[in-house]
C-alpha cells in the first residue's frame, strides 16, 4: 500500500471513530408522550380562552369611545376581533383590533406603504406608534403601537362614509391606550 492509501485509511479510521464515539449519549428515564407532564393535567379542548384578547376592551367602553353607542355586536376573523356598532353618530360604523404577536411596526409601516395608505409617525404613551388612513377616507383611521411585552396592536375605527361623526383616528388611539394599559 502506498504512503497515500495509508494516511487515507487512518483518516477513514479517525472519521469512523470519532462518528461512532461522538453521538452516543444516554439520558435516564422513561420516555413521554408531548404534552404528558405526569398525566394528571386536563386538556382543555373547548378552546374557551381561544378569543380573550377580543375582551382586552369592554363592549360597552368600544361603544363608548366609538360615539357613545349602546348596540355593539362582536365577532371575530384570523387574528382580527371586530365589533359592529349599531348605534354610532351617523348611522353605523366597526372598531377592528388586531393584536400580531410576531408583528413590527416597521412590517405594518411596509404593508401600509405597499396598499398605498397615508401613515406617519405618532406617539402613544411616550413609544412610537402609526397613524394610518386611506388616501381621500376621512371616515376611518388606525394607530399600531408596540404591544406591552411583544409584536403589535392596532385599532382602526370606521365610521360610513359621508356621516358625521367623531375623528376616527382620535378613538383608535385612544383603544390602544386602553388595549396597553389593560395588557400590563
Given at each position: 500500500?502506498?504512503?497515500?492509501?495509508?494516511?487515507?485509511?487512518?483518516?477513514?479510521?479517525?472519521?469512523?471513530?470519532?462518528?461512532?464515539?461522538?453521538?452516543?449519549?444516554?439520558?435516564?428515564?422513561?420516555?413521554?408522550?408531548?404534552?404528558?407532564?405526569?398525566?394528571?393535567?386536563?386538556?382543555?379542548?373547548?378552546?374557551?380562552?381561544?378569543?380573550?384578547?377580543?375582551?382586552?376592551?369592554?363592549?360597552?367602553k368600544?361603544?363608548?369611545?366609538?360615539?357613545?353607542?349602546?348596540?355593539?355586536?362582536?365577532?371575530?376573523?384570523?387574528?382580527?376581533?371586530?365589533?359592529?356598532?349599531?348605534?354610532?353618530?351617523?348611522?353605523?360604523?366597526m372598531?377592528?383590533?388586531?393584536?400580531?404577536?410576531?408583528?413590527?411596526?416597521?412590517?405594518?409601516?411596509?404593508?401600509?406603504?405597499?396598499?398605498?395608505?397615508?401613515?406617519?409617525?405618532?406617539?402613544?404613551?411616550?413609544?412610537?406608534?402609526?397613524?394610518v388612513?386611506?388616501?381621500?377616507?376621512?371616515?376611518?383611521?388606525?394607530?399600531?403601537?408596540?404591544?406591552?411585552?411583544?409584536?403589535?396592536?392596532?385599532?382602526?375605527i370606521?365610521?360610513?362614509?359621508?356621516s358625521?361623526?367623531?375623528?376616527?383616528?382620535?378613538?383608535?388611539?385612544?383603544?390602544?391606550?386602553?388595549?396597553?394599559?389593560?395588557?400590563?
Amino acid at each position: 500500500m502506498s504512503a497515500r492509501g495509508i494516511v487515507a485509511a487512518a483518516a477513514g479510521a479517525l472519521l469512523l471513530t470519532a462518528t461512532l464515539t461522538g453521538c452516543g449519549t444516554t439520558i435516564e428515564g422513561n420516555a413521554q408522550p408531548l404534552g404528558s407532564g405526569g398525566g394528571e393535567e386536563a386538556i382543555n379542548t373547548d378552546f374557551d380562552k381561544l378569543l380573550r384578547e377580543c375582551e382586552v376592551v369592554a363592549a360597552d367602553k368600544i361603544g363608548e369611545i366609538v360615539g357613545d353607542a349602546e348596540m355593539v355586536l362582536t365577532s371575530f376573523s384570523g387574528a382580527v376581533c371586530m365589533w359592529d356598532i349599531e348605534d354610532a353618530p351617523g348611522g353605523s360604523a366597526m372598531a377592528t383590533l388586531n393584536w400580531y404577536e410576531m408583528g413590527t411596526l416597521n412590517n405594518e409601516k411596509a404593508t401600509n406603504d405597499k396598499l398605498g395608505y397615508l401613515t406617519s409617525d405618532i406617539a402613544v404613551q411616550g413609544r412610537r406608534a402609526l397613524q394610518v388612513r386611506r388616501p381621500g377616507d376621512n371616515d376611518s383611521c388606525g394607530v399600531t403601537a408596540p404591544a406591552a411585552d411583544v409584536g403589535v396592536v392596532g385599532w382602526w375605527i370606521n365610521y360610513r362614509p359621508g356621516s358625521a361623526h367623531p375623528d376616527p383616528c382620535a378613538g383608535a388611539q385612544k383603544l390602544v391606550e386602553l388595549t396597553l394599559d389593560l395588557a400590563r
